[in-house]
């Protein structure tokens, strides 16, 4: 499968505008804890949280074009669970007035930068719903340091089982899913640098290649090898 793809940062703390053109039928999606606004096909689409890489149907020589919010922020401004949302994708239209829906359509149409308009979107999102909660940051922060879930819930100030519906409402998931996945991003993002794969197991956290292997197998579905052709 190839893919030609390139992001930018957003103006939303933390946010990615995206732009992927595939020239195969489907692309496989991998899970980084994160939701999107996305245009594509003339449809404004909003993708929840993936647990585990998701395949999409696409139409070769298709364009889309995204804005990828930090994890735990598109529930604020969406005003809903992203549990509601997990390993889904569905129309703007469903969770919006079909008006506010249409407009923002008929304007990510007429575009030649629809990444921008998305931004604009998300401005707007963000001054009707406002951010997350503070601990929503300190949840994501001390995961992506290597935090256990019971340190990161005595961190934050808050009990498991408040964590876990916190994490569940914010993320879609509980915090060891989310802890899991970021781990992972973080051994792909060596690996796409050229850090050898024992090397990047060590440095993501695991406890070893072996590890990151049946990690990567579990949340993917292929190989490191495969994904890295």
């Known amino acids: 499968m190839e893919v030609m793809y390139r992001e930018r940062a957003a103006r939303l703390d933390g946010a990615a505008v995206w732009t992927s053109t595939s020239s195969a039928t489907t692309k496989r999606i991998l899970p980084d804890g994160c939701m999107d606004l996305i245009w594509s096909e003339a449809q404004l689409l909003v993708a929840g949280p993936d647990s585990s890489a998701a395949l999409v149907a696409t139409r070769p020589g298709a364009t889309a074009v995204g804005l990828r919010f930090a994890p735990g922020w598109a529930p604020s401004l969406l005003g809903l669970g992203a549990d509601e949302l997990r390993d889904r994708r569905v129309p703007f239209e469903a969770l919006r007035s079909t008006a506010d829906a ?11 930068r629809p990444g921008r308009v998305l931004e604009e979107l998300a401005a707007q999102l963000l001054a009707e719903g406002g951010p997350p909660p503070p601990e929503v940051a300190a949840i994501v922060a001390e995961l992506r340091r290597g935090a256990r879930v019971g340190e990161v819930a005595d961190r934050v100030g808050l009990s498991d089982r408040q964590l876990h519906r ?3 409402q914010a993320f879609g998931y509980g915090a060891k899913r989310l802890g899991r996945i970021l781990r992972l991003q973080r051994a792909l993002r060596l690996a796409d640098d050229g850090v050898p794969a024992a090397a990047a197991a060590a440095r993501a956290g695991f406890v070893d290649q072996p590890h990151l292997a049946r990690e990567v197998r579990a949340l993917t579905g292929v190989t490191l090898r495969a994904l890295a052709a």
Request: aromatic share 8%.
């Open 102 to 112: 249409a407009s923002w359509s008929d304007r990510l149409a007429a575009s030649a």
């Open 166 to 168: 916190r994490s569940l």
